[in-house]
């Protein structure tokens, strides 16, 4: 399978309206959800090809996204829901080239719903893990998105993971993300890669489920290849995170990223693609 890219992290100026108050808390049933679709997010990366994880998203949301299940949840928790579906579908709709004219307007419309939801509740509080989504969504879509946009929304990105930081400093996935965003953006942008470590770090130690251990301990562990002193921690930590849901593709082609000679960041920083790495390892073979 090609790789999945867990988030695209852009970099630059200022945002939506950011709310004023304290935390919105969601139900202990949404965070169940949430957690629930966090694990499915790791299993996806045993399925034998995108299409097929699409098909396990589409059985998952018809179960436990559904109109009736979903009548008890707030809209808050609604967008939540939406904002991880979409996501994960367009993780793996990007790998099928017959999608790639669906992506664009799949991540704008959601795009939009949350805009709309923030202007709507821009004196209120919202959720961390509203803010977490938001952000992703926002990634998603510089992909397709004009300079001034670019320029708009790149910072914005961080604020949102920051703002889910403010609520609860121990939030593996944020920790996670916002990681990335300082690695990824230049210096002059605010990016630092010490920083990049110092989060990367925290998500690991700060991880609640098998789920986000996981996700951090793969990012980690991408981080450390880096450095070619820390290889063997790097593969320590790779090992670990791939006894989780032993035998996926994702780690699998991690793994040959990294014996090609790059870190996954490294190859998203690059913006390599499949056919670089199997150049690299065969001019090694």
């Given amino acids: 399978m090609k790789r999945i890219r867990i988030s695209l992290l852009c970099i630059f100026a200022l945002a939506l309206p950011l709310a004023t108050l304290a935390s919105e808390t969601i139900s202990a049933d949404a965070q169940k ?3 629930g679709f966090m694990t499915l997010r790791m299993n996806l990366a045993s399925s034998a090809s995108p299409e097929s994880a699409l098909a396990k998203i589409e059985s998952y949301a018809a179960e436990h996204f559904s109109e009736n299940v979903l009548a008890s949840f707030t809209d808050e928790e609604k967008l939540i829901f939406e904002n991880f579906k979409i996501l994960e579908q367009y993780n793996y709709m ?3 080239p017959s999608m790639e004219g669906s992506l664009k307007s799949l991540i704008r419309t959601q795009y939009d719903k949350n805009d ?3 202007s709507a509740h821009k004196n209120e509080a919202i959720n961390k ?3 977490c989504t938001a952000a992703d969504m926002l990634s998603c879509n510089l992909s ?6 670019i320029m708009h929304d790149g910072i914005a990105v961080k604020k949102y993971y920051q703002k ?11 920790l996670t993300n916002i990681a990335q965003w300082y690695y990824f953006a230049p210096a002059i942008g605010g990016g630092s890669k010490t920083k990049a470590g110092e989060y990367f770090e925290r998500a690991v130690r700060d991880a609640r489920t098998d789920a986000e251990t996981y996700f951090a301990k793969i990012f980690l562990s991408q981080f450390l290849f880096d450095d070619k002193a820390l290889e063997a921690e790097s593969a320590k930590l790779l090992g670990e995170a791939d006894a989780l849901q032993s035998g ?3 780690i699998a082609w991690i793994r040959k990223i990294n014996k090609a000679g790059y870190s996954l960041l490294q190859y998203n920083a690059k913006k390599m693609t499949p056919a670089d790495i199997e150049k690299k390892l065969a001019k090694r073979n």
Avoid: C, H
């Fill in 144 to 149: 397709y998105a004009t300079v001034g946009v």
């Fill in 33 to 35: 959800e949430i957690d």
């Fill in 94 to 96: 990007r790998q099928i």
């Fill in 248 to 250: 996926g593709s994702y």
């Fill in 129 to 131: 893990w509203l803010w």
């Fill in 116 to 118: 709309a939801y923030f």
């Fill in 164 to 174: 889910a930081l403010d609520e609860d400093p121990a939030m593996s996935y944020a």
